[in-house]
């Protein structure tokens, strides 16, 4: 509702006509502040990529270098008949409620 008060407001009042008015001084203002604050959200999109990749890389090592040899070479192979409350993982967590 607040939204469309104010675009209402500013079309009626000409708040935003000098951005349509090739003319005006403070349009190539608002054009190079434009660029600048798009080249400055496209550096911080590839800060953000760059620093969320390596994380996951140290995460991904961190969660290979810790377990023993053993439970990488067979994981998760299971054949299973009949089973309950069957758990497969590493490091899971399982909560079973049994009655009211």
């Not at 509702?1 to 008015?21: E, K, Y």
């Amino acid at each position: 509702m607040t939204g469309g008060l104010v675009v209402w407001a500013a079309l009626r009042f000409g708040v935003l006509a000098w951005l349509g008015d090739e003319k005006h001084p403070a349009r190539p203002v608002m054009e190079a502040l434009s660029w600048i604050a798009g080249i400055i959200g496209l550096a911080f999109a590839v800060a953000a990529l760059v620093v969320a990749i390596r994380q996951e890389r140290r995460s991904a090592d961190a969660d290979t270098s810790s377990e023993p040899e053993t439970t990488k070479t067979g994981r998760y192979l299971v054949e299973l008949r009949d089973g309950k409350g069957v758990q497969v993982g590493d490091h899971n967590t399982q909560t079973n409620d049994f009655g009211a």
